[in-house]
């Protein structure tokens, strides 16, 4: 099985600030043949279910704000917030979809400074 | 607009059964994977199974191998989830959730819609 690792736990972040999220996984989740990184990224705010941001490692779902950006390759990943705001608060995962069992980071809390 | 909204938890002894429900609409449910994606309360998500438009191809989580079982009904645009031989490990909220991709040819799978959740309480 691939094992998610996300870093840090949480972080606080002041408003207009970048935060940063780490995502590392166990084994490669590119796809030689495609090129492909088979990495997607959520949001979760409290008492409501997921929502995807992010997929293909970089790619961002429809009507997701351009603040939000994924990048890396392989087996490292992070998820960027450019500029956070007060509705971004939230728990954030990511999660391999290379292989089955589908798994997901422990995910990192997001929280104002 | 896609809506998945999932129904029949509550409280169950250890031991028990259960089936959980998620009624699918807004899309050509036939068209798509569907999935149960779990999660423990205060904890992270965890998947537990998925399902192949056709109900041919099913996929399980290791801990609920043999004691699940995830089936649908293309015509109901139903989606459901038998859990027999229910552990206090398995108290979660269940999220009935669609595969991004539509057509999607196999178990490499991204959720884009989730419903609200059914919450399983396993409890003497």
């Known amino acids: 099985d691939i094992v998610m690792t996300q870093s840090p736990d949480s972080l606080a972040v002041s408003l207009g600030e970048r935060a940063t999220i780490n995502c590392k996984s166990s084994q490669s989740v590119l796809h030689s043949s495609s090129n492909s990184n088979y990495l997607a990224w959520y949001q979760q705010k409290p008492g409501q279910p997921p929502k995807l941001l992010i997929y293909?490692?970089?790619t961002r779902e429809s009507g997701v704000p351009d603040r939000f950006s994924g990048s890396g390759s392989g087996t490292d990943f992070t998820l960027t917030i450019s500029s956070l705001q007060a509705e971004d608060v939230a728990v954030y995962y990511c999660?391999?979809?290379?292989?089955?069992?589908?798994?997901f980071g422990g995910g990192t809390k997001v929280e104002i400074k | 607009e896609v809506e998945l909204v999932e129904s029949g938890g509550g409280l169950v002894q250890p031991g028990g059964s259960l089936r959980l429900s998620c009624a699918a609409s807004g899309f050509t449910f036939s068209l798509y994977w569907m999935n149960w994606v779990r999660q423990a309360p205060g904890k992270g998500l965890e998947w537990v199974a998925s399902i192949n438009q056709y109900g041919s191809e099913k996929y399980y989580v290791d801990s609920v191998e043999g004691r699940f079982t995830i089936s649908r009904d293309n015509a109901k645009n139903s989606l459901y989830l038998q859990m027999n031989s229910l552990r206090a490990e398995d108290t979660a909220v269940y999220y009935c959730?669609?595969?991004?991709?539509?057509?999607?040819?196999?178990?490499?799978?991204?959720?884009?819609?989730w419903g609200q959740g059914t919450l399983v309480t396993v409890s003497s």
């Open positions: 293909w490692a970089s």
């Open positions: 959730a669609r595969d991004f991709f539509s057509g999607g040819a196999n178990s490499r799978i991204v959720f884009d819609n």
């Open positions: 999660q391999q979809y290379y292989s089955t069992p589908l798994i």
